[in-house]
């Protein structure tokens, strides 16, 4: 059973056992299972029955103890087999829809996003609080939340297009050079690097949040149209030289190319590879694309806080806000 649909029964659960307020019930926030891609591994720690419980700040103060208690008291031990008892508070977290969210994304959308809010936020967390299921929105907020969360504004995304092909730009070459000097471990890793940030540039284009590398693979393959670039990839991957390394590399920068083109933000950029100014290594140019993206805008092309920094779920927002202050 799939974690969304074990806790729509937890929900079904626990319903009966709540006062007569005003709430919102949904399974959002970290977990495989709201991006849906648990299996019957993901049930090995951490799992049960669970979902968050929002009630309006006046009814968490006058009733969320109470609530608590009644949960703790007369849930059933086991829902659709699974235990009720795994988890903290018998997996219901009761809260302040504004409180979670500030605590997840750093920010109330409710009160409005700026891009500083966008470029802060981890692509990871955006999903998280955008998948998942809402049972039931009592409160009339999340629903709104979430399409407001849904994808970011046209000029945000552009921008983080922009940068994402920037990335690819600054490395492209290296596989060969690395090979050059017989150095091939270190072609392997810059291709792998180039893969990652494809796929993730794929993810982009198709306005799907990119999510962090245990499940990018797995969100990647299930995008319409990429079989292609999935058997290019996975065979510059596995590569046995550079040069190998590179001809399925091209195989891959020139299939993305033209879906940029596809999407008709810019005018068509040509999609053919070409040499590393005089050198003999073939790349896509993704600076073409980057600028053509960008345009006139002033912004310097770092990007979103995930484009230039790993481990963002160790920084707090403001950190994460104050590392992208330089591109607002």
Known sequence: MSGVELSRRFYQSIRPLLPNVAHTAALIGPGSEVLGFDTERSTDHDWGPRLQLFLSAADLAAHGDAIRARLDAD???????????????????????????????????????????????????????????????????????????????????????????????????????????????????????????????VLLMNRRYPPYSKWLGTAFARLPGVDGLRTALTAGLTAANWHAREHHLVVAYETVARMHNDLGLTDPVDPKVRFFFDRPFRVIGGGRFAQALAGDAVRPLIGAVDQFADNTDLLGHAERARAVGTVI
Do not use: K
């Open 75 to 201: 849930l059933p031990d086991r829902v659709a087999g699974h235990a009720t008892t795994v988890l903290p508070g018998r997996g219901v977290v009761v809260a302040e829809l504004g409180a979670w969210l500030t605590g997840r994304l750093g920010f109330d959308p409710r009160d409005g996003i700026t891009d500083r809010d966008w470029l802060a936020t981890p692509a990871q967390a955006l999903a998280e609080v955008t998948a998942g299921v809402v049972h039931h929105d009592g409160l009339d907020r999340l629903h709104r939340v979430r399409e407001s969360l849904a994808w970011y504004p046209d000029d945000v995304w552009r921008y983080v297009l922009a940068c994402q092909w920037q990335r690819i730009s600054q490395e492209e070459s290296f596989v060969g050079r690395c090979g050059e000097v017989g150095d091939e471990l270190g072609s392997a890793v810059v291709a792998a690097r180039l893969a990652r940030d494809l796929m993730r540039l």
